[in-house]
């Protein structure tokens, strides 16, 4: 009988760490802070796991966090947001509900199955040492249920089909779809477990959480557009006319500024479907200075697949 790590296609051995993704957080702090990283000796594992997802269970920032408990938001539940921003204006919170709205409308997948994958192709640059790095394709599989072996494809770092094997036994803080099916569905539920994931994993910032979970996973309907409108609660969000992804796509951004960077989750004008992110400097750092773009990313196709490796 195969054993719930068993890869499910062959492939080369993984790095020494499993590479499941560490979060946007430690994402982008990696990709700035490159100097740090050579001169801490980091292997090729952390490398590989910097630009994936943010989903990787009871380890670092970006994690989601247990079941939430219903019907009582937190006692802080801006975290450390800056006490001086303000609550999102009207418009704001029209647009959030206009994409919450075509979130729920949309279509559902059909009668998925424990051992497929959901897979997401995007166009990405992150910025390194030299700079932002050339956009480039990545695609990338993971497990359904969290049980089967994911796959990450990016040969532009020299990782050609890295295996991505499970963490078992799973908990409830993993972020497979089935779990994310058991989110929240109401967004006065789902703005008490953004808070309790900021609080946990993301320095008290939700808006960081809203960003991890739209980028490189799977919602089911219900679940997305209560995300959406519990994003209209955090103080400081604004909404961005005119934003352009990776690919070049015009549309509305939701943005957020914190600590010296605005990040920009952009969504298109007429279906409100997530198109991409962008993060650039509101001031100088020591890695890049104000006005540089430090990510840049495109969402292209997002479909659940039998077999990771496999193409819709």
Request: charge should be negative; charged fraction near 30%; aromatic fraction near 2%.
């Given at each position: 009988m195969k054993s719930e790590a068993e890869p499910d296609f062959p492939t080369s051995p993984s790095p020494s760490e499993r590479d499941l993704p560490p979060g946007r957080h430690l994402l982008l702090k990696e990709h700035l802070m490159t100097e740090?990283?050579?001169?801490?000796?980091?292997?090729?594992?952390?490398?590989?796991?910097?630009?994936?997802?943010?989903?990787?269970?009871?380890?670092?920032?970006?994690?989601?966090?247990?079941?939430v408990a219903a019907g009582v938001l937190v006692a802080s539940p801006f975290?450390?947001?800056?006490?001086?921003?303000?609550?999102?204006?009207?418009?704001?919170?029209?647009?959030?509900?206009?994409?919450?709205?075509?979130?729920?409308?949309?279509?559902?997948?059909?009668n998925v199955r424990d051992d497929q994958f959901v897979y997401?192709?995007?166009?990405?640059?992150?910025?390194?040492?030299?700079?932002?790095?050339?956009?480039?394709?990545?695609?990338?599989?993971?497990?359904?249920?969290?049980?089967?072996?994911?796959?990450?494809?990016?040969?532009?770092?020299?990782?050609?089909?890295?295996?991505?094997?499970?963490?078992?036994?799973?908990?409830?803080?993993d972020g497979n779809y089935r779990n994310l099916e058991k989110l929240p569905t109401d967004p006065v539920n789902m703005f008490d477990w953004l808070n309790k994931v900021a609080d946990r994993d993301s320095n008290g910032k939700p808006f960081v959480v809203v960003g991890d979970i739209t980028r490189e996973a799977l919602m089911p309907p219900e679940q997305a557009a209560a995300l959406y409108l519990a994003a209209a609660k955090i103080p400081g969000v604004k909404l961005d006319d005119d934003a352009v992804d990776a690919a070049g796509r015009h549309g509305v951004a939701i943005a957020h500024e914190d600590d010296g960077e605005r990040t920009e989750l952009i969504f298109d004008k007429k279906t409100k479907a997530y198109l991409g992110e962008r993060t650039v400097l509101t001031e100088d750092k020591p890695y890049a200075e104000k006005g540089d773009v430090v990510a840049d990313t495109a969402v292209l196709e997002r479909k659940v697949v039998d077999k990771a490796g496999e193409r819709p």
């Open positions: 740090i990283r050579q001169s801490e000796t980091q292997t090729d594992t952390v490398t590989a796991r910097r630009r994936t997802a943010w989903l990787r269970p009871a380890l670092v920032a970006g994690a989601v966090a247990a079941a975290g450390s947001e800056p006490a001086e921003a303000g609550p999102p204006s009207k418009e704001t919170v029209r647009m959030l509900e206009d994409i919450a709205d075509a979130a729920r409308r949309s279509p559902a997948p059909k997401i192709k995007s166009k990405v640059a992150y910025s390194s040492d030299e700079g932002l790095d050339p956009l480039h394709r990545r695609e990338i599989w993971m497990s359904v249920d969290g049980r089967h072996t994911g796959l990450l494809h990016e040969p532009v770092n020299d990782h050609d089909n890295v295996r991505m094997e499970p963490e078992l036994p799973l908990s409830d803080s």
